[in-house]
Nanobody, 121 residues
Framework: QVQLVESGGGLVQLGGSLRLSCAASGRIFRIYTMGWYRQAPGKQRELVAT???????NYADSVKGRFTISRDNAKNTVYLQMNSLEPMDTAVYYC???????????????WGQGTQVTVSS
């Protein structure tokens, strides 16, 4: 019913910046909260940041002051601007969205396929 596609990941040096994008498409009626999560090999998936439909944001303590989440409702897209990157930020980053669909009117959480972010020192 809905697909989330992430882009913008890659290899960056310590202290560098990356901007991740996640575009939602499909039978979308309304998108509520959107967020970014990350998972390093052998580690649990953790919340990075969320943004509500009213632009209220929430960040993990580890990224506060360095990362900024934003959204463009006209494009059904959420962004994650990552600055001052550290090796500990290395992970697969996943987009998540709470979406109500037109066809079924069901409200479900959807996940993107993930994009790799690698920070080298």
């Amino acid at each position: 019913q809905v697909q989330l596609v992430e882009s913008g990941g890659g290899l960056v040096q310590l202290g560098g910046s990356l901007r991740l994008s996640c575009a939602a498409s499909g039978r979308i009626f309304r998108i509520y909260t959107m967020g970014w999560y990350r998972q390093a090999p052998g580690k649990q998936r953790e919340l990075v940041a969320t943004i509500s439909s009213t632009n209220s944001t929430n960040y993990a303590d580890s990224v506060k002051g360095r990362f900024t989440i934003s959204r463009d409702n006209a494009k059904n897209t959420v962004y994650l601007q990552m600055n001052s990157l550290e090796p500990m930020d290395t992970a697969v980053y996943y987009c998540n969205a709470d979406i109500q669909t037109r066809r079924t009117m069901a409200r479900l959480n959807y996940w993107g396929q993930g994009t790799q972010v690698t920070v080298s020192s």
